[in-house]
């Protein structure tokens, strides 16, 4: 019983979630900088999230997020709502990416302090979480920590997950999933010490 309580909590602070970016969207729209900032502060560790992902590079994924930001601010007035206000910003931060890739050419592995940066900018985690949560994303491989952190810090459903990778959405969920089983059996050796 607490735990359908729980998901239906969740369920629900997704959508208002849902429903303030896009409002934020819209006023952006307008050329209200007040939503800008506000928008930037609530998205910012998702998108810099897709491009560090994407890139592999600290530099080169917060130079993209700064892209984005700008793309957002020049293409809001363009936005229609759709339900989906965080897949249209992490499509724009994908598009920028995939651009910077093109023009570069190139792949830097990621090193452990970029990696750490990502759970480190997601909101309402406490410091002794985000350790744990740190530790515990070193142990996937690339995508499975991709896919989870799309999931878990972007907030994205694993079909926008799916568009955004372009993957096939069994895929996803399949590298979701391994990804899961992985964590449970670190944090359970990490309780057994």
Known sequence: MLAAS????????NARR????EQLLLQVGQ??????????????????????????????AQDVAQDAFVRVWERASGY?????????????????????????GRRVELDEEAWNAIP?????VSPEDRQVLQEALAGLGAEERQIVLLHA??????REIA???????STVLSKYHRGLKKLRALMKGESDR
């Open 6 to 13: 729980s998901l239906q909590t969740t369920k629900e602070e």
């Open 18 to 21: 849902s429903q303030e970016l």
């Open 31 to 60: 050329g209200d900088r007040e939503a800008f900032a506000r928008l930037y502060s609530l998205t910012r560790g998702a998108v810099y999230a897709l491009a560090l992902t994407l890139l592999h590079d600290a530099h080169e």
């Open 80 to 104: 229609r709502p759709q339900g989906a206000p965080m897949a249209w910003l992490l499509t724009v931060a994908r598009n920028q990416a995939l651009s910077r890739l093109r023009q570069g």
């Open 120 to 124: 480190a900018q997601a909101p309402d």
């Open 153 to 158: 810090v972007a907030g994205l459903k694993h």
């Open 163 to 169: 568009r955004l990778l372009e993957q096939p959405l």
